[in-house]
């Protein structure tokens, strides 16, 4: 059962900066992207940033500017940096990665709040 092992949550004031890493607990194989969902109280989760096998990279028009997704290809590791955050980037983070019809995994999700 593959895992995903997501850190770097945590509370950081207006303006501040995070980086969110996710990484399996098992060598995976054939990934055809990986991503970072997010999901506020009484809200929807929704997409933040996707990283496709080829670095092809697409952002929520929200975080666009301010958030940067990388993976290392040889680790099957994915990363979300963020910077200037607001008020309203409080949410769970939830790593995604998606291996097509191999299968599909989400992370247990990561508190990012944003308050001063």
């Known amino acids: 059962q593959v895992q995903l092992v997501e850190s770097g949550g945590g509370l950081v004031q207006p303006g501040g900066s995070l980086r969110l890493s996710c990484a399996p607990s098992?060598?995976?194989?054939?990934?055809?992207?990986m991503a970072w969902y997010r999901q506020a109280p009484g809200k929807q989760r929704e997409l933040v940033a996707r990283i496709t096998s080829g670095g092809s990279t697409n952002y929520a028009d929200s975080v666009k500017g301010r958030f940067t997704i990388s993976r290392d290809n040889g680790k099957n590791t994915v990363f979300l940096q963020m910077n200037s955050l607001k008020p309203e980037d409080t949410a769970v983070y939830y790593c995604?990665?998606?291996?097509?019809?191999?299968?599909?995994?989400w992370g247990q999700g990561t508190q990012v709040t944003v308050s001063s």
């Open positions: 098992t060598t995976i194989f054939n990934i055809n992207a």
């Open positions: 995604f990665v998606d291996r097509g019809l191999r299968g599909m995994y």
